[in-house]
């Protein structure tokens, strides 16, 4: 259950070119990620971020421009920084450490300062 100032749901969209071959196509996919993000847009008053790599960007973004433009974008993509999209997180590394947490976290990060992150949050929460 999601609360007034939680972070925006995250869509996760990794699926491989098999599945989507299978799955009917890129339009079906698009078709079933749109139907997802308006209903939680609809029912949460913000609208959610697209977790997908950076390699999906480059081949199968460009079939839904709609999304790329209506919807921030978490990439996640190890190594060289290199977005071409509306971006609000990177994930920079899958294997991070913290302390009193066994075993590997992932390692993301906001793009943009302070100040944006803030503005982000107002912007972008749940209402």
């Known amino acids: ?24 196509g890129p339009e079906v996919l698009f078709r079933s990620v749109r139907a997802w993000m308006e209903k939680v847009t609809k029912r ?50 899958p294997d991070g450490r913290i302390s009193g947490i066994h075993g590997d976290v992932d390692i993301n990060v906001f793009n943009g300062y302070e100040n944006q992150y803030h503005n982000f949050l107002k912007k972008h929460c749940v209402k």
């Not at 079939?63 to 997180?89: C, F, H, Q, S, T």
Request: glycine letters at 6%.
């Open 44 to 93: 949460t008053g913000c609208r959610p971020v697209l977790y997908i790599s950076q390699s999906f960007t480059k081949k199968y973004l460009p079939l839904a421009p709609d999304l790329a433009d209506n919807y921030l974008v978490w990439i996640a993509r190890y190594g060289e920084y290199k977005p071409d999209i509306k971006l609000a997180y990177w994930q920079l590394s």
């Open 1 to 24: 259950m999601l609360s007034k100032g939680d972070m925006p749901p995250v869509l996760d969209v990794e699926p491989t070119d098999w599945q989507i071959k299978h799955m009917g």
